[in-house]
């Protein structure tokens, strides 16, 4: 099944300041879904005995799991369809858990218009307090002649 596609910000209806933002509650599915698709089976995600002799007690999901909303909002809000990810930073500063919901915003910091890319602020919360922190560029398509 495919999801309805976004709505798409060609580059020259895009503007400095712009944001889109998106929650999501995380759930042990998620988790399990995310480790068969990557084949990332590391214990703290998925063993709650080895996750308990952790730092963080409990399970957490994968870290890339929260930078995969970033890409959901970029391919299907802000630019939305038909943009492409050139680059991505991601600094981890803390974990998601099961059932945390997690806000994810990007907000438009710069334009490139020499070959119509974009860079965004990326940043996933949890709770009011950033678990994921960033900084993106696409190159955004320009609109039809």
Known sequence: MLATA????????????????????????????YAALSGDYNPVHLDPDYAARTVFKERIAHGILSAGYISALFGMKLPGPGSIYISQTLNFKGPVKIDDRVETTVR??????????????????VDGKPVLTGEAVLMVPGRPS
């Open 6 to 33: 976004g709505t798409t910000h060609y580059f020259e209806d895009l503007k400095v300041g712009q944001e889109a933002s998106m929650s999501r509650v995380v759930s042990e599915a998620d988790i399990v879904a």
């Open 108 to 125: 438009l910091v710069e334009l490139l218009p020499e070959k119509k890319r974009a860079k965004f602020d990326c940043m996933c919360m």
